[in-house]
């Protein structure tokens, strides 16, 4: 194979493992803002969008360092990461539980870095310094673009820190919301399923702060009517509207993670409602306004959490 043949696989090479690391760094960069950045401390973000959401995207690109200067050691590593992905997509979803689209995206994970790897065994991409650049610019760049929007709009959050019992009113819909503790989870090893939160707010007390031996049924999950209208943002209702038919939530303004409803610095970022979509799944509401549905049995529940509400017929020293 001629130098131009071997230059044209090595940038083959180059533009598979930078699109691949540039869209682990745009799926990273939002989810990151979107589940995480809830520490108080700056420090601690950053190590856990690093650590959590953009670890993916930076082994790729130092994968593409190694490959790029040595081409068979890369290539080598390439292959080792097919096996692991491969291994953790199947410990996540066996393969007799996967659906057409799920194995087409196993052997993805899988045959993605073989090619890659042999395009490098073959390739040599030329000038290297350009290589370099490429691989490890693309996606920090990708990256700094999704995290504009993001961190003007997190930078803007309201949070008066007052996590007692609050009335919300406004848009057709007059509601107390539970204080911090057991009528609204706020942590991640209080997270807990539909009918467990069902439970707790049967038993939750009339202060909202215990649970009582006997059902009180005081407290009951907001319908997922309720949950969208009381949606608010810098103070203001954000006037939402719930289309039943359409199962859709549509909003004047965007609700975000802010006071009164929302606490900045959780990790909860969706709340059950007591709305069944059917027996097995019901709706959740994410803190800006959209609205899914999730199975009331599933598994990843460490985000899913509740709050509480209670009609607001009592006296103000309540509120």
């Known amino acids: 194979m001629g130098i131009q043949g071997r230059s044209i696989l090595g940038w083959i090479a180059v533009g598979l493992i930078t699109l691949v690391a540039s ?15 809830w520490y108080p401390s700056l420090l601690e973000n950053l190590a856990l969008m690093l650590v959590q959401y953009l670890s993916f995207s930076l082994i790729i690109i130092m994968i593409g360092f190694v490959a790029i200067r ?9 292959i080792v990461l097919s096996f692991l992905l491969g291994f953790l997509v199947l410990k996540i979803n066996p393969l007799s539980q996967m659906s057409l689209r799920d194995i087409f995206i196993w052997f993805l994970f899988i045959g993605l870095p073989w090619v890659v790897a042999i395009l490098f065994l073959f ?9 370099y650049l490429i691989v490890g610019g ?13 961190i003007c709009r997190i930078s803007g959050r309201i949070d008066d820190g007052n996590r007692e019992m609050r009335l919300v009113e406004g848009n057709g819909v007059r509601l107390i919301w539970a204080p911090a503790g057991p009528g609204w989870v706020r942590e991640y090893n209080q997270a ?28 009951r999950l907001p319908t997922v009517d309720e949950a969208v209208r009381s949606m608010t943002r810098h103070g203001h209702n954000c006037g939402g509207i719930w289309d039943k038919e359409k199962k859709r939530a549509t909003y004047k303004i965007r609700p975000d993670k802010e006071s009164p409803l929302w606490d900045t610095i959780s990790g909860i970022i969706y709340w059950w409602t007591a709305t069944e979509f059917d027996e097995k799944h019901s709706f959740v509401i994410l803190y800006s306004g959209d609205v899914w549905i ?3 049995q599933g598994r990843n529940i460490v985000t899913r959490g509740f709050r509480a509400v209670k009609a607001a017929n009592c006296s103000k020293n309540e509120h």
């Open 23 to 37: 869209c682990w760094a745009f799926w990273g960069t939002l989810e990151n803002f979107h589940e995480g950045w």
């Open 70 to 78: 040595w081409p068979k050691i890369g290539g080598g590593l390439l």
């Open 123 to 131: 390739g040599r991409p030329e000038p290297r310094k350009l290589a």
């Open 138 to 150: 693309v996606p920090l760049l990708v990256s700094i673009v999704c995290a504009v929007e993001p």
């Open 192 to 219: 807990c399923l539909w009918e467990e939160a069902r439970r707790r707010c049967r038993f939750l007390t009339k202060d909202g702060k215990t649970l009582a031996d006997t059902p009180q049924n005081i407290w």
């Open 294 to 296: 999730k199975s009331k």
